[in-house]
């Protein structure tokens, strides 16, 4: 019987040890600052039109911007849907220097999708970044369905 014992505790401890090697995550690479793209008029006016309606602390009018299905996906929270869901969300989250940078798009008659950054203040660096998808009523204004937004840094503990 002794001479099965040091197999198994050679055994035990890779079944130990192996996990909470695993755990070591790389170090992050350095963040590296995507070029900003030009958009269309129709499409930076949604844009434009969110960073006002932020900065204006004006949750009504960031409802607005949202197609009546429309969805908030945000870190840390519960998706929200419909806007008036939207609108409450909103209340007393809203306000400050927002900045939005288009990184990507795309666009056909009724559907398309922005990608970009944001931050906060002039000449920001990009804090988070976020994902729009848009859709609009042939030859109508663009509406948000989807807002999916999460920070380029986990939260801190507090």
Known sequence: MRRYRL???VL???LVTEPILAQSAPAPAAAVRLPEVALPPALDRVLRD???AWRAG???ALASLFAEDGFVLQSNRPPVRGRAAIRAAYEG???GPLQLRAL???AEETSGYIIGAYGYGNKA???GKFTLTLRRAPGGPWLIVSDM???NAPPRNR
Request: hydrophobic share 40%; glycine share 8%; charged share 25%.
């Open 93 to 95: 989250q809203a306000g």
């Open 125 to 127: 660096d990009d804090t």
């Open 58 to 60: 004006d949750a009504a």
């Open 50 to 52: 969110y960073e006002r």
């Open 149 to 151: 937004d999460n920070a």
């Open 104 to 106: 990507a798009f795309a």
């Open 7 to 9: 197999p198994w505790v």
């Open 12 to 14: 035990g401890s890779m």
